[in-house]
């Protein structure tokens, strides 16, 4: 009878150990991996990032990055997608996918 008593003491208390970690779980703010916080920010802005910040951007190497600095000098400010093509080694594919993480 001892022993039903201790286990029901310790099922009881362990239930409310969980319930006290699940609520201050539910209380603590989300840890949030720097990915998505990037993600959450505002888009690169193509048009003022520097080459170290282009080259953050998937598909985006030194070269591709040099080559977009000069055809913004060249030519003023990138104003869309297509434009982006116009960027020597710059296609259709990788201006699509650079275009998810930068705004023009």
């Given at each position: 009878m001892k022993i039903a008593l201790v286990a029901a003491v310790v099922a009881s208390l362990?239930?409310?150990v969980n319930l006290t970690?699940?609520?201050e779980?539910?209380?603590a703010p989300l840890s949030v991996p720097a990915a998505a916080k990037v993600a959450d920010?505002?888009?690169l802005n193509i048009n003022q990032a520097s080459i170290e910040q282009l080259v953050a951007v998937p598909g985006i190497g030194e070269?591709?990055?040099q080559a977009i600095?000069?055809?913004i000098s060249a030519n003023g400010p990138i104003?869309?997608?297509k434009q982006l093509t116009e960027v020597k080694g710059i296609g259709d594919k990788l201006a699509a996918k650079?275009?998810?993480h930068v705004s023009f």
């Open positions: 362990a239930c409310a970690v699940a609520q779980l539910a209380k920010k505002a888009k070269k591709k990055a600095k000069d055809y104003k869309d997608q650079v275009a998810e």
